[in-house]
C-alpha cells in the first residue's frame, strides 16, 4: 500500500518524507487554507505559486492540487493551468476535481464527470475527489480518472450525524456494531413494512471502511484501471483495515502517520531495553 501524506503544510511534508515512507501528496482548499494561515503568522516569505512550487519539489510521487471551479470547463481550464504551472518542476501532477459540483437540489450533477472526462482524454491525471458513495466511484472510473478518493471519515460523520450521535473528529466508528445493532431491532419487527423502516446505514454503506470494501469489489469486477485512495482517515484503525483489504493508496494526516508508529508498550520496551544496556555490550559500540 501506498502512504501519501494528506496535508499542504510543507514542514509537515517535509518531515514525513525523512521518515522513508511517504509516496505522494494530497491537498485541498481547506488544507492550503491551513497552510496559508500558518505560514501567515509566521511571516510568509513566498508567493503562493512558489509555495505549491515547493510542494511538488519535495515529492517523488504524486501531487494533487484541486481545481477551484464548479463548471466543467472552468475545471478544465483551471487544471490545465495548474498542470502547465507545476507539473514541469516535478513531472507528479494530479489534478483534483469533485465528482459532483452541485451544492444544492437541482443544480447540474454532472459538471465533475464531464471534467474528469475531458481531462483523461488529454492526457492530464485526475483524482476524483469528495466520494461518498460506490456508484460515484463507479461513474469516476467509467469517466477515465486515474485515482478515486472515497472520504471514509465523513462517511463516518455523516452516518453518526443523522444517527444523533456525539463524537469528536478523530474517534474510531465501527459500522459493524452498528450493522448487528440494525439487525437486532429489525428481529423484532413481525413484518417487512416494519423492519424496513429501520436503516442505521447510508443507503447500505455502514462506515467509511465499508465505503472502500465495495469501491475494491466493483473495481476488481470490471478490472478498472483507477487507483483507490482512502482519503479522510481519522485514526490509524481505518488504516489497517483499508490496508487488510489491499486499497491502492491511504492518504492519511500527519497525526495519523504519527499514531501509526506509536504504542504504549514499544515505549514501555524502549525503556527497558535502554535500561538494560550493560558495560559489556555497550563496550562493542566505542571505538
Ligand atoms: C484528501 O484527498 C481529502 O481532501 C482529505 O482526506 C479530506 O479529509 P477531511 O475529511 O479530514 O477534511
Redesign the pocket.
Given at each position: 500500500m501506498q502512504i501519501f501524506v494528506?496535508t499542504a503544510d510543507l514542514e509537515e511534508i517535509k518531515e514525513a518524507k525523512s521518515w522513508g515512507i511517504v509516496d505522494g501528496v494530497?491537498?485541498?482548499p481547506?488544507?492550503i487554507k491551513k497552510a496559508v494561515e500558518k505560514l501567515k503568522d509566521k511571516g510568509m516569505e513566498m508567493s503562493m505559486e512558489e509555495y505549491i512550487g515547493e510542494i511538488c519539489r519535495a515529492v517523488d510521487g504524486p501531487v494533487?492540487l484541486?481545481v477551484k471551479g464548479i463548471k466543467s470547463d472552468d475545471m478544465v481550464r483551471e487544471a490545465t493551468i495548474l498542470y502547465e504551472k507545476f507539473n514541469h518542476i516535478n513531472n507528479n501532477v494530479v489534478i483534483?476535481i469533485p465528482i459532483s459540483t452541485a451544492m444544492n437540489e437541482g443544480e447540474e450533477l454532472f459538471e465533475g464527470v464531464k471534467a474528469i472526462k475531458e481531462l483523461s482524454e488529454k492526457g492530464i491525471p485526475t483524482?476524483a475527489?469528495l466520494v461518498m458513495t460506490p456508484c460515484q466511484a463507479l461513474l469516476a472510473a467509467k469517466a477515465g480518472a486515474s485515482y478515486v478518493?472515497p472520504?471514509l471519515?465523513?462517511v463516518d460523520d455523516y452516518i453518526r450525524e443523522r444517527l444523533g450521535m456525539k463524537f469528536d473528529?478523530w474517534d474510531i466508528f465501527d459500522g459493524k456494531l452498528l450493522r448487528s445493532i440494525e439487525e437486532k431491532r429489525r428481529e423484532q419487527k413481525n413484518s417487512y413494512d416494519e423492519a424496513s423502516w429501520i436503516s442505521l446505514s447510508d443507503e447500505g454503506i455502514y462506515d467509511g471502511v465499508e465505503l472502500v470494501e465495495s469501491i475494491i469489489k466493483i473495481y476488481r469486477a470490471y478490472n478498472y484501471k483507477t487507483k483507490i485512495?482512502a482519503?479522510?482517515?481519522?485514526n490509524a484503525m481505518q488504516v489497517r483495515k483499508v490496508a487488510e483489504m489491499g486499497v491502492d493508496i491511504a492518504?492519511i494526516?500527519f497525526k495519523v502517520i504519527k499514531e501509526m508508529v506509536s504504542h504504549y508498550k514499544t515505549m514501555e520496551g524502549m525503556c527497558k531495553f535502554t535500561e538494560d544496556v550493560v558495560d559489556e555490550y555497550r563496550a562493542i559500540f566505542e571505538q
Open positions: 494528506d494530497t491537498t485541498n481547506s488544507l494533487s484541486e483534483k483524482n475527489t478518493s472520504f471519515g465523513r473528529k485512495i482519503a479522510s482517515i481519522r492518504t494526516p
